[in-house]
């Protein structure tokens, strides 16, 4: 599937009474603002809070810390507002060595940490079996070289009694940008890792778990606002790993290539049910944005690239139909 400004493709049939719907948040860091001006325009149009409306919310880092408040009924102007204020906390500058994350993580998580608790608040304590509305947060169990799915679908015993807080700090743990989470002796790490789009995962559970067929689920995809990079064709590199880590193109290619995957498999399912939003920023635009931008003229390009995404989606009757 290739990556556009809205990924909806028109000529669905009538939409049934009461449809399956599910909402996928992908990670992108601080690019995530986009996602949330996005569910603002959202919450704008349904009349209601976003857990009120879908059947499951499903989130990785970033998308994982605003799933986990919209399961909480936090609306997400409020997250959005947390995640202004606490930005430059979360992402200060940093001397050569901690910009690469060579010799340790760029960030500690104390901003991390402070922005979570602005967002959830005395929720943060609630275990994942205290919610009440279906949610899906990836995270990776480092030690275990293993996936860590929270969620409250009854497919993860052993996880359920983590709190929320520390899922939306291991969900967020992205490799080089901040340290391992460690819950229980257990270290943890970005979601991205396995699933930076958590769609594929929240549609097998509908499938599974839920027992719905392709026919009954709409899916809303919500991106962030992610820039497409091409290399030149050229003779293969002997590409070292620090400098992979150093370039940003070991952790940030593998994201992108699952991401990817993830869109594409559930396009082939869903079909014209499935709708994602996001925006490709112009060259110009892409200058001012990265994950671990947190400045006022990247919230101002975010904020703008949001309206224009939403805009572009409400000329669909699919989207619109998905809303009612």
Known sequence: MTESDVGIREGARAQPAKRFRILALTGGGYRGLFTVRILEQIERTIGKPIKDHFDIIAGTSIGGIVAIGLAQGIRPAVIGAAFEKHGQAIFPKRGLLGRWGLARSRYDAAGLAQTIDAVLGEAGKTPLSGLKTPLIVTAVDFGAWAPAIYETTGMSPKLEGTSLRDIALATSAAPTYFPDHVIDGHSYVDGGLIANAPDSIALMRALGRYGRTPQEIDLISVGTAGELRWDVP??????????????????????????????????????????????????????????DRATDKAAEILGQLARDAYAGASASSTFKAMLR
């Open 234 to 291: 050229r003779a293969p590199r002997r590409r070292g790993g620090v400098m992979l880590i150093a370039k940003d193109e070991l952790v940030s290619r593998t994201m992108k290539a699952q991401e990817s995957l993830s869109l594409d498999l559930v396009q082939s399912v869903l079909g014209s049910s499935y709708v994602r939003i996001d925006r490709v920023p112009s060259l110009q635009q892409q200058k001012e944005l990265a994950l």
